[in-house]
């Protein structure tokens, strides 16, 4: 089923980038976007990485969103689960959750040049944007070494 009316923004994925960028879209009066999450859940890396251990390699208090900082941290280098509560709570906060589309896997964007839009397949529908943003990190797909019981650890 395809949208008839363009949204204004699509922004792809919810960790840090895609939700600050969100966050700032509704500071300005813009609410005609939607945050595409394959996930059931925000966080992106800090939701996908849970091995034993993880925690952020940059002091927490430089790991905070300039506009929502934190002066509750636990340690100057947060473990990880401390870091999704945070970014939970600060998408709560901030009222951007009602614009994520949960479990929703970009499958293709294709720029049409005629209607200057955004075609963005879904993996639940197809639909257009003006602007289409990139906020998918690096880190957000684990990747694991081919080492005997990685399965366990």
């Known amino acids: ?10 922004i792809v994925g919810t960790g840090f980038s895609g939700l600050g960028m969100a966050i700032r879209l509704k500071q300005e009066g813009e609410h005609d976007f939607v945050l595409l ?3 059931s859940d925000i966080g992106g890396t800090w939701r996908d990485n849970t091995y034993p251990g993880c925690r952020c390699d940059v002091p927490s208090h430089l790991y905070s969103f300039s506009f929502a900082p934190n ?15 945070y970014l939970r709570e600060t998408a709560s906060r901030h009222g951007v959750l009602p614009h994520v589309s949960f479990d929703t896997e970009l499958e293709a ?18 639909i257009t944007a003006d602007i289409l943003i990139a906020a998918q990190g690096p880190l957000s797909d684990p990747s694991l070494p081919a080492v005997q019981g990685i399965e366990s650890f």
Do not use: C, G, Y
């Open 37 to 39: 999450e394959r996930a």
């Open 71 to 85: 002066p509750n941290w636990s340690s100057t280098f947060s473990p990880q689960p401390e870091i999704l509560d």
């Open 1 to 10: 089923m395809t949208q008839h009316r363009p949204l204004r923004v699509a």
């Open 109 to 126: 964007a294709e720029w049409d040049e005629e209607d200057q839009l955004w075609r963005i397949e879904t993996s639940k529908e197809a």
